[in-house]
């Protein structure tokens, strides 16, 4: 069965997970470039400086998973640029607090702009992307999955995003 230990979270799903994330992040700022270049630009640093720096720093380090292996992979790419802070710290921090608006930024960002370009220049191109992006974030923000994955994850007792899904009928792991 699975469980939230570091060595279930095999490379290929680390690296899987990274694929479809960093397709997403770049379907996304194509499709504010497609509208708005300059804030295409604008929204990449951000997101950038957000996922491979900011949130590192302020959610990976206070993570029990800190230089092993999450589903994601990142407390071990934490590990190798920032030192390792205190798991205590992590309800209520910066990143914890932050990482539901980042989230829903992603999904919801592109979307809105491409979906009101369309409205006055529509075309093939913008309603693919539009629709890739829906059925990512879909995917990603599926309940049942997200419930399936907080279940199992270290930090569900920690997380505001685990203790909702928990709380919701899921038995929680140590
Ligand atoms: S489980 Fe989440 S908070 Fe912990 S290291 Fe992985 S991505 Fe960061």
Redesign the pocket.
């Known amino acids: 069965m699975e469980t939230g230990d570091s060595e279930n979270y095999t490379l290929k799903r680390v690296i899987f997970a990274n694929i479809v994330i960093f397709v997403w992040l770049v379907l996304g700022i194509y499709a504010i470039w497609l509208v708005v270049p300059f804030l295409a630009v604008a929204w990449g640093i951000f997101l950038a400086l957000m996922f491979l720096f900011v949130m590192r720093k302020s959610?990976?380090t206070k993570?029990r998973?800190?230089d092993g292996r999450?589903?994601?992979g990142?407390?071990w790419y934490?590990s190798k640029i920032f030192k390792e802070g205190n798991v205590e710290d992590f309800p209520g921090c910066f990143g914890a607090r932050f990482a539901p608006f980042l989230w829903m930024s992603v999904s919801l960002l592109p979307v809105i702009v491409l979906a009101i370009s369309m409205v006055f220049e529509f075309s093939i191109l913008k309603a693919v992307i539009l629709v890739l992006l829906i059925l990512i974030a879909y995917i990603f923000g599926n309940k049942k999955s997200r419930k399936k994955s907080c279940s199992v994850?270290r930090?569900n007792d920690l997380c505001p995003m685990g203790i909702a899904m928990v709380n919701e009928g899921n038995e929680k792991k140590a």
């Open positions: 959610i990976c993570c998973y800190y999450c589903s994601m990142w407390s934490t994850c930090m």
